[in-house]
């Protein structure tokens, strides 16, 4: 997958050079005693950035979301198939009528009955915990067959979201970082380690809660160690969260002067020292988490009309947003904004509208209130892009349904599996629960699917699922069939 190359840059909204990364047009400085990009047009010193670890980490991503079926489909240049009957065992197949090449698809049968039995378990109500032994499934065969029906269920979200996605929807998306837990790998006793605090990012539809995408700072595969060390995360005094705050607005304020008060406006110490390493691959800066997050955030909403980020209030998911969305913001296709929300229950209730201009960045903050379900809230909204003048009269338009998706659903992940659990397992195997968890809650789970789905498709069905799929993937063209079948 093709992702942007260079994330050094600025950064500001409405700088003449925001989103530019040709290198002329800084001058690398330290004065603020790190190693940043001068941009002479608005005064900004964007901390340097390290490209290898967040192309490492979206291409990461990217393999995970459709799988590379390269070798079999892309036989020639311009590959067009025809059906061409089943192996003896059933699996269909095509033949590319320009090479002539005859390919093998997956078996609708066969993997139905590997893997129906696991969705069938997890929709009866067994916990993920007891799957396998429900199941009577060795560690190897259980191993095998999770990392087949991950790999299909995130297939078919992709193809749903790239059916779903068009011209005609402007998403609005609530992204904001939460920390899983998962096995360290390392001996405690040598290295004083107990389990492994993983930076994840989320990105949900705010109307529908539909989950978009989850991503995190561990690169499993570190082998080209040496052009991905700036990027590892150095464990540090863990950063006090300024939750207790209960006016939003003062929470914005002191978040940016959490944020300022780092040695760099991204180094950002999100566990304790003992939770900050892992054996096998590497734990990165949550910052390069953030870029490889946003440029596949980008490529998923590429082809809405606009779209609406309300973003965690934290610099660097900003920077990374604005990076991957500078062409959209600057042709005001793309919008973005921070959010605090908290529940109201000081006496300090407000009926007008308060707004505030807060950092170096002078940006407008508007509270509003809002009350869901007999719940009174406060919510503060950051304008970052484009910069408003007035308190907006449509701000509650931007919060359709929850305030903050990203709590429900990590609520509901970590009750299904526990971070008691989780602890005990490996990340490959965290993130392949999170694929199931996160399709069924987007499409089986809720009342109807999240987005909408293919008319053939029967969401609990394995072999529904691997004949669209196998439809899909090579694009098959319309029966020309019965002739050439044998
Ligand atoms: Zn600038
Ligand atoms: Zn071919």
């Known amino acids: 997958m093709l992702f942007r190359r260079e994330y050094n840059g600025c950064k500001t909204f409405s700088c003449v050079n925001c989103g530019n990364p040709d290198p002329a047009l800084y001058s690398r400085s330290s004065r603020l005693g790190y190693a940043a990009w001068h941009c002479p047009e608005c005064g900004a010193y964007p901390p340097e950035l390290s490209n290898p670890p967040i192309l490492a980490l979206a291409e990461q991503i990217a393999q995970t979301r459709i799988p590379d079926v390269s070798p079999l489909i892309w036989c020639c240049a311009q590959p067009l198939f025809v059906k061409y009957g089943l192996t003896r065992s059933g699996s269909p197949r095509v033949q590319c009528i320009h090479c002539r090449k005859v390919h093998t698809l997956a078996n609708p049968n066969t993997l139905s ?20 032994a429900e199941l009577t499934l060795s560690n190897k065969v259980f191993s095998e067959r999770m990392a087949k029906l991950t790999c299909l269920l995130s297939t078919v979200m992709t193809r749903v979201e790239i059916s779903a996605l068009s011209q005609k929807v402007s998403p ?20 004083k380690q107990a389990e492994t605090h993983v930076w994840t990012l989320t990105s949900v539809d705010a109307r529908t809660g539909y989950v978009y995408l989850i991503s995190d700072n561990v690169l499993l595969s570190a082998d080209n160690a040496s052009c991905l060390e700036a990027g590892h995360y150095v464990p540090r005094v863990k950063e006090q969260g300024i939750d207790s705050e209960a006016n939003v607005l003062s929470r914005a304020e002191k978040t940016y002067a959490k944020i300022m008060a780092r040695t760099q406006f991204d180094e950002l110490a999100y566990c304790h020292e003992k939770h900050g390493q892992i054996a096998k691959g590497a734990l990165l800066r949550p910052v390069y988490a953030a870029h490889a997050h946003m440029q596949i955030l980008y490529q998923q909403l590429a082809n809405t009309s606009s779209v609406y980020l309300l973003l965690e209030h934290e610099s660097f998911v900003r920077g990374a947003a604005i990076t991957a969305f500078d062409t959209r913001v600057k042709n005001v296709t793309a919008n973005l904004y921070y959010w605090h929300v908290a529940a109201d229950i000081d006496a300090d209730r407000v009926s007008e509208p308060q707004q505030k201009t807060l950092s170096w960045w002078n940006e407008k903050w508007f509270r509003t209130n809002s009350e869901r379900e007999g719940q009174h809230y406060q919510i503060a909204l950051g304008y970052l892009t484009p910069r408003v003048s007035q308190p907006p009269k449509n701000a509650d338009s931007l919060f359709p349904s929850e305030l903050d998706w990203n709590a429900v659903f990590w609520q509901d992940f970590d009750h299904w599996l526990p971070p008691s659990h989780a602890a005990k397992l490996s990340m490959e195997r965290v993130r ?15 009342k109807k699917p999240r987005l909408p789905i293919y008319k053939t498709m029967k969401p609990i069905s394995v072999e529904s699922l691997v004949a669209l799929e196998n439809t899909l993937s090579v694009a098959l063209v319309a029966d020309i069939s019965s002739g050439s079948e044998k």
Not at 115 to 124: E, I
Not at 432 to 446: A, E, G, K, M
């Open 113 to 132: 009955k590997q893997l129906q039995p696991l969705l069938d378990g997890l929709l009866a109500g067994i916990s993920p915990v007891d799957l396998a």
């Open 432 to 446: 392949q629960w999170q694929t199931v968890y996160r399709y069924l809650h987007n499409i089986v789970w809720s």
């Open 172 to 191: 609005i998306v609530q992204t904001r970082s939460h920390v899983q837990v998962c096995r360290s790998g390392l001996s405690r006793a040598a290295n």
